[in-house]
């Protein structure tokens, strides 16, 4: 089983890797850098969502690249970290969210492999978004990592790249959403499609816009990453330990990708 790791802000590196090689690979997309190496016992290839360096904005990420990306290389589960604000004042920045649900607050993203033509109209289900067994490898793993894990939570995706207005924070809490961040959808979304388990690790970093009475910084976001970054490459490793090599979930049950060998 290949493991994909999707780091997100403040997690760029493939520190947590060792016998590292890079690798280009080419999509319909675009081209994708990903770093290849052994992690947890496992092949696992490490994609820096922001690209190398942290240099695309999150409205810019090349989603399909990257999973295309992850899926060409044989990639079966991936497992997503995610810097988010908090909509709730008992998840506190340095807690984990094992995210089960989430918001599309997102505006100009293409959000699909299926464009229609030859392909047709497809609809793929999302009652269960994150795969159940990647979340639970990432809440015994974050247990273990010394990290205050939540086990569930709803994560509202904006456009971004600005923060958001305290009244759009007032709605989303309102509308469900728990935690905030720009870049989980259409991540989430075209995992499904390409029939990865995908799970995701919200660390919150900051109380969401107008709760904390003072502006957000997109510094006090990597600072919190930063003091966090140790306890969160452990989390990472010790969950491609323990997720299992044989999927008992259903996210491999889908159409399958356009053009799909
Ligand atoms: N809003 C949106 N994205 C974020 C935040 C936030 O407050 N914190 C970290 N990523």
Redesign the pocket.
Same mark, same amino acid.
């Given at each position: 089983m290949l493991f994909g790791i999707i780091g997100g $802000?403040g997690l760029y590196d493939p520190e947590i890797l060792e016998e590292v090689k890079t690798e280009n690979v080419a999509t319909p997309f675009g081209e994708v850098d990903v770093y290849r190496g052994r992690g947890g016992g496992r092949e696992v290839v490490f994609l820096p969502r922001h690209g190398p360096g942290h240099t695309v904005p999150?409205h810019l990420v090349n989603y399909r690249a990257n999973i295309w990306a992850l899926w060409k290389l044989g990639v079966s589960r991936v497992i997503a970290t @995610? @810097?988010?604000? $908090?909509l709730r004042r008992r998840l506190r920045p340095g807690e984990a969210v094992i995210v089960d649900q989430f918001l599309d607050f997102t505006k100009s993203r293409p959000s699909t492999f299926f464009t229609g033509g030859a392909y047709g109209v497809v609809h793929v289900d999302y009652t269960e978004p994150y795969c159940a067994e990647v979340r639970r490898a990432l809440l015994a793993a974050a247990r273990e990592a010394g990290i205050v894990a939540h086990d569930g939570g709803c994560y509202v995706c &904006?456009e971004?790249p600005r923060?958001?207005t305290p009244a759009e924070?007032r709605m989303f809490a309102r509308l469900g959403a728990d935690v905030?961040?720009? &870049?989980g959808v259409p991540e989430v979304v075209l995992a499904r499609e390409a029939g990865l388990c995908y799970g995701t690790v919200a660390v919150? &970093?900051?109380? @969401? @816009?107008g709760m904390a009475g003072r502006p957000?910084s997109h510094q006090e976001?990597l600072d919190l990453m930063a003091e966090n970054t140790t306890r969160l490459r452990k989390l990472l490793v010790r969950t491609v330990e323990l997720v299992p090599a044989e999927r008992n979930c259903r996210c491999g049950g889908g159409p399958g990708l356009p053009g799909m060998e």
């Open positions: $802000s999150p @995610a @810097a988010v604000g $908090s &904006t971004g923060f958001e924070i905030v961040g720009m &870049t919150v &970093t900051n109380y @969401a @816009a957000l976001v």
